[in-house]
């Protein structure tokens, strides 16, 4: 089959369609025929040599996608030949085929596109898994998500809302991305190249009015993520992105907020962990998605000729919701 | 009624027996003849003027203890006069009588002196709570805990002991504090003076080996706790003794390695979730209460006039386990 691979002929890796081995699916596994991936950061971590995929799984990229079911593997009950299908990947979904465990796999919604379900997995489990089991939002609390416009970002926001009712404060890079963020629900959207974003939260709603932060900056929110949260609340990091190094750093409002820090990663979870997440979290979503209350922002799509400038787009972080790959 | 009193009309607070108003119980409240409390590292803190008490609450000092039940408030169903009882309370045990909560008290296990009931409830409660609540500690989990000779360090031995049979590691200041924790069931014991913990733990157990640690002692251990750790490892801070900031720290850790970070106090906690941990602490314990299993270990006993001394004890680090007061 076809695959973009990285190249590195030149010094610099960039992506190129080669021929990689086709997939077999194995015991309770589908082999989909992919119809759409989508990019995520990791994938140029990767690419860059900066983040190995975990033991075992293909060196292809991508980890998400939405194609059709070509062949199923022994045991398999859930689909049949066919059938429309996306879900999370290890890695390989810069390719025209796949492999997926059943458990896996989410149907694709009616009137969904491959692309719009292919922009679903990463971001909105990433969210989910975030939001509702680790931070344990609840009813009417309080979530700042910085990145908000990001594809995780536009996720959690969507989610926040929808599922518990909560009160949303976003971070973001351009107005426009305020703007973006504000459509999807937001209450309070600030711009941090222009302003404060602990002062203006701390003029809006107060001192110590966080329940729960999504953070993918790191160290350079440390110290007003700590600042502006309130008693018992939550600080999620999903990645780093700003930084890792604090300087001077308090310990003492983890002590008297009796806060909890958490950090995240949804790749390297154990195949059962995604298993469960997927299941539940279709459970508690796809009544939302079919009825429209979810919906993925999708930024671009890209022929996946086209890889190299779909990267560059989020490199330079231009993209307002989720890139997408098509025409493998 | 007479009561410990902060008297500071010399520059230095002392502690001095003098007058207090005498309580009357309320509403499902237990009016209490204190006959045994013991002494808690918050007293010297509050005695110094720096942690106050939670609004409503008395500022006689003394966070648990033990005594009998002389007169019983409106609506209490649990207790009669007479009954023996012990319990946490959010201030008020450096006297001759307090109130208590019946749903915050617990009977006195048969064999037990005042003196050892009064020994259990702050750190028993907090190391329960730290443990079994905030840590999750699983079966057969590896934890680490500071100050092992401490009173919640050896509540916390014991516990994890015998609720989790965790491999316990400990952290003293003295080669007698080790051989202490060392009879409680410790696997591992380390005195920081002497070995740099980490390199220690290390070679006996491997890199990344730790699942949960509790912690009092806040930046001069914050690399090395997080270094240390295993995936999905917690980390419980209830103090920071050694201080509480940290120059050049390094968040990488808690994504790595999907770290979770808690802060939490007890004495701030709301009447509701000190019941609900009474009481579900009570039913797990006990059995293992009057089976010996748990034994709280006494440091010392000092009749309440020589309070000074008992602080100056405490102050100087030079307690292994709870220092108790009576006479009162």
Redesign the interface.
Known sequence: MKALLVDSSSGKPVMKIGAAHKPEPGEKELLVKIMATALNRADLLQKAGKYDPPNGVTPILGLEMAGVVEKTGPGVTLYREGDKVFGLLSGGGYAEHCTIHEDLAMPVPEAFSFEEAAAIPEVYLTAYQAIIWLAELKEKESILIHAGASGVGTAAIQLAKNLRHARVITTTGSDEKCTLTASLGADLCMNYKEEDYAVSLEETFGKNSVDVILDFV??PY?EKNLNVMAMDGRLI????LGG??????????????????????LR?RSDRYKIDLTSIFWKHTYPLFASGALKPVIDSVFNWEQCEEAHQKMEENLNAGKIILNGM
């Open positions: 790191g160290s440390w990091y999903l990645s780093m890792s190094t604090v300087e001077n750093m308090s310990l003492v409002p983890i002590l008297r907020k009796r806060l909890t820090i958490k950090g995240s990663t390297n």
